[in-house]
């Protein structure tokens, strides 16, 4: 006799194919216990993983752990009144977030309600937790986000679809740098998303503030969760934003998304979790931690043509302490991302402006997106100042220096001074490449290192009245060529004299 056995894969398949999914069921029960925002709710059958659930109080909750006997819930209202025996009710649907082109403009919370004291009215919904696009349907970085920022622009690219992760301790400048790329997107069509994640409220609210006053937020949109707000709401605002910029993406627009910051993200997610009584890890974090940071960050992406086209870009912010960069959730992060500026509290204290760390800063991808006009400005800029860093140290031990030295030390003194830039003044193209050419050029060498911040505006100022048609031309073309390296050249010994003349 012969056994006819049907493989495993077959019958997979055909389990699947008989699978008819029966939807959410609505569902009844009670609180069995509540402390510290979480709550046990027994009977609810029919519930599902970050199933949105209503308390008897208007309070709303998610329903986080499912068990053979109740559900474990966080709440989601800060301090909200729930006692034992009130009853829940299951929504039928996963918790989400609206998403339209009228969130532009707006300050809101994680599920939509306006911050800003203005009425809004949600146009359409989607859910916060999606899968990310699938390779097949994305393609390579390959254009430029124009941060405005000179050190990055010209030595840690962006390109739109990556991801970079601005990492430093507190007070280094983290913030400032990713409203200042924000700032810069004005009159480039790209939609920005900034989302703050367990900060003081009069911090937001001074960022707010900033992009209003300079006319952001015509294209940007706010996501916020307080320090005040439950730990439950701020685990769920970055979900929240990238879904909002999801929308924007799948409409084939370029998008920027801010996540400020995700050290804070980890710590709302690790007092959930030591709440619902998970195991702890490391430092505390639960084990999926990894996961909570990798399955938001992938769905950052740079989508194929036949997908729309669309980018979303997104720049993580993450806080050190004691410039520590292999801490638990740092080395997270930065091993999901496409590359990280580290932002150093020694550099900013002596007064560097943005204070990157051009030795542990890197950009993976953007360097294939970058302009061809910056390519060629910035070729070599990272080794003479890493060569500059490395013969400053060794210099302050000696007094007699020969002459080679002391010039090295002066032009990295200079490009040092090059690169300082005052915050919420982004250049343009235009100007990242003219001054980088006249650097290269030697238009600087006859101004003492001291005197580069008064030098560099005037010298825009200067090439801006004798040759405007210089800007305009790569703001078009963004290249120049032999020809017009040599029309500058002139420029520059002209503007070197006249100086000197002084
Ligand atoms: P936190 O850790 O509190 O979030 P942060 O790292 O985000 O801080 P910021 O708030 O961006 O730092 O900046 C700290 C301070 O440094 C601010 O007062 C800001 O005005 C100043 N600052 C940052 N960048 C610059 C700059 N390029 N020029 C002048 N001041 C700057
Ligand atoms: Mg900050």
């Known amino acids: 006799m012969e056994f006819v056995t049907e493989s ?18 609505t569902t009844c029960g009670a609180v069995t ?6 709550a046990r709710v027994d009977n609810l059958p029919g519930c599902c993983y970050g199933e949105l659930l209503r308390f008897g109080n208007g309070v ?11 559900v474990g819930a966080v709440l989601l209202n800060a301090g909200a009144a729930v006692n034992i025996g009130d009853n829940v009710s299951g929504t039928g649907h996963p918790v989400d977030t609206p998403v339209s082109e ?25 859910p916060m937790e999606k899968p990310a696009p699938a390779i097949l349907a994305r393609k390579p970085v390959c254009r430029p986000l124009v941060t405005g920022i000179l050190p990055i622009d010209s030595m840690i690219p962006i390109g739109k679809g990556q991801r970079e992760l601005i990492i430093g301790d507190r007070q280094t400048g983290k913030t400032t740098l990713a409203v200042d790329t924000i700032l810069n997107q004005a009159d480039k069509n790209v939609i920005c998303i900034y989302c703050a994640i367990g900060q003081k409220a009069s911090t937001v609210s001074s960022v707010v503030m900033t992009l209003s006053k300079a006319g952001a937020m015509k294209y940007t949109a706010v996501v916020a969760a307080t320090a005040a707000d439950s730990p439950a709401m701020q685990y769920l605002a970055p979900y929240a934003a990238c879904s909002m910029a999801e929308w924007f993406m799948e409409q084939g627009r370029d998008v920027l998304v801010v996540y400020d910051d995700l050290s804070k993200h980890a710590v709302a997610y690790r007092t959930m979790s030591l709440l619902l009584h998970r195991p702890p890890g490391r430092e505390a974090y ?9 399955r938001l960050l992938e769905r950052s992406a740079c989508m194929a043509d036949s997908e729309g086209g669309g980018t979303m870009t997104a720049l993580p912010i993450i806080e050190t302490t004691g410039g520590n960069i292999s801490a638990y959730i740092p ?4 091993s999901i991302t496409d590359g990280q500026i580290y932002l150093e509290a020694e550099l ?9 760390n051009n030795g542990l800063s890197v950009s993976r991808v953007g360097r294939a997106a970058q302009y061809k006009a910056m390519q060629k400005v910035s070729g070599l800029l990272r080794i003479e100042l890493a060569q500059y860093k490395e013969m400053a140290i060794f210099a302050r031990f000696g007094s007699d220096l020969d002459a080679g030295t002391r010039q090295t030390l002066e032009r ?8 300082n830039q005052d915050k919420n003044k982004p250049y343009s193209l235009g100007e990242e490449t003219a001054l980088l050419l006249a650097f290269r050029d030697g238009a600087f060498d006859g101004v003492p290192p001291k005197e580069m911040k008064k030098r560099i505006p005037e010298l825009l100022q200067y090439l801006k009245s004798v040759c405007p048609e210089f800007f305009s031309h790569i703001e078009r073309r963004h290249d120049f060529d032999s020809e017009t390296e040599e029309t500058m050249k002139g420029h520059f010994g002209r503007w070197a004299e006249l100086v000197e003349s002084r």
């Open 412 to 419: 990295g003194e200079k490009l040092t001074a090059l690169f």
């Open 60 to 70: 709303w909750g998610i329903a986080l752990d499912l068990e053979e006997n109740g």
């Open 348 to 356: 900013f204290h002596s007064g560097i402006r943005p204070a990157i």
């Open 331 to 334: 080395t997270n992060v930065i």
């Open 8 to 25: 495993l894969n077959d019958i997979l398949k055909k389990r699947v194919e008989e699978f008819t999914p029966s939807g959410f069921v």
């Open 33 to 38: 216990k509540v402390s510290d925002g979480v």
């Open 102 to 126: 009228n969130v532009i403009g707006r300050v809101l919370s994680p599920i939509g309600a306006p911050l800003d004291g203005k009425p809004f009215k949600p146009k359409a919904y989607a």
């Open 286 to 294: 639960p084990g999926d931690v990894f996961y909570l940071h990798s």
